[in-house]
């Protein structure tokens, strides 16, 4: 077929509001015209749903794939969607509607579920805003994201500014978002006021057991922890922890500042050692029973030598750990000079560390993967300097999460499903979704993304949708290729295009 009939064939079939999209990825000069045909969409069809976001304005359609991630394995199979969810699903990809995407070869898996992002609004929406971050996080198959209480300014440590975080989300929001709220010292031991954040639309808490670089987001201590147990273990939410003990270490007063190895002498395994023994005792001192959506995690563990100490406690306690995807794809030894955007904090360790990383997630002993998106302005960044000590730490990357993930994966022996476990349904069970996101099946969110495993992942900064294009993923060879992500029911990017309106939902409620 050349481009003309091709394109007649599209456009006939747009204005015949039958509405029939092909999908003709195996001929690359074919796919200007898909974009052309989403524009189409637009512009052709009278929408019969003025208020919709999505670039479909059917009320139910079909996706279909040769390999979809089912909960119990990846087959050929056919997606029903009507409204926001998931209607039916069948092994038969041949349909009868003409409302299908037929995705062919590419992978249909549950949309990426990223539990560790900040995107510090109110107040820093000059770091990182909802409208940028989620576009970013769309972009790149996330299609829920679950939002620190910093470094917004204020922090959301009461139900004041979780409020005016929904009222910015509601409108602003790509993705599907949720909410973290902040257990400081401040309100550790006020079960009242952490209940009336959990009524608000928290889906659990966050502290910090070292300095957050945030003035108002204070670090707790064991007291603060052991106050704060009991109720979070009788209401049964998750306690996210920044687990650091910060020690003195001897450090070399001369030690050149722009070297990364100067930073990581900084921050030692150690630290995250002490953080998590603290922890594990405060657990075994607390006898208040648990309900079920308790638990522990441990957020972004950069120290594979903890994790033995992990899983001696799992069998005690509801432990469960992230690991972040920058921790699989950089190793301190492949640190330039004065890059300092691959400082975060804890920090990336050495690549025997990362590869004992990568097997932990490949094994199940790591339960999810997050991005810990968390970009700063380049001034603060000190990209002029080039200063590891002084610089912000944190990686911009949410955009990346995917590929990352999966390429690490692969190269270890990951399948498509580990993969969803690790971005999907364990993110899901963390954030108390388990019951509606994180699965392929009837009765769950229409959230999806469509991806090529095989194909290379765009990094280059002409496609970063991050505020600040600042990444140590830029130029980086991953695999993993997003075609399309739906967010609830609404297919919201195809081809690296977005709609013109975000069609996120707030995610209040835990269904567990
Ligand atoms: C698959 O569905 C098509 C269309 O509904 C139908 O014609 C066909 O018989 C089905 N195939 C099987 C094996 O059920
Ligand atoms: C706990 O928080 C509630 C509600 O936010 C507040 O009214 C109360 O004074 C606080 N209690 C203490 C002891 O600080
Ligand atoms: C990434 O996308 C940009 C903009 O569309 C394009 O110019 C570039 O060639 C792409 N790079 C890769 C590696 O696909
Ligand atoms: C989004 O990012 C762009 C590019 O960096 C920036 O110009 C714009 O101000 C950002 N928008 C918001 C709402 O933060
Ligand atoms: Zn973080």
Redesign the pocket.
Known sequence: MDRQVVGLIILLNAIAAGVLYQRFHDHPQVQLLESRALELYHKLLPPSQPDRCGALKWPSYVITSDHVVFPDGVRPGAVFIEGNKIVAVSENTSVDSPHTLNFKDAVVAPGVIDVHIHLN?PGR??W?????GT?AAVMGGVTTVIDMPLNSNPVTTDVVQLEAKKRAAKV?AWTNVGFWAGLVPENAANHTLLGQLVEAGALGFKSFMCNSGINDFGNVGGDDIAAALPFLKSRGVPFFVHAEVVSSVDSDPAADPTAYATYMATRPPKFEQDAIRLLIEKLDADTTPAAPGFRVHIAHLADSGSLAMIKEAQARHPLTVETCAHYLTFSAEGIPNGKTQYKCAPPLRDAANRAALIAAVASGAIDLVSSDHSPAPPSLKEVDSGNFLKAWGGISGVQYLLPATWTALEAAGGSLSDLVRLLSEAPARLAGLGGSKGRIAPGYDADLVVFEPGSPANTSVAVN?????LSPYTDVPLKGKVVAAVVGGELTSMYGHLNKKPCGRLQLKRDD
């Open positions: 609004e929406v000059e990182e805003g909802i409208w940028n576009r602003k949708l991050h505020t600040h294009k």
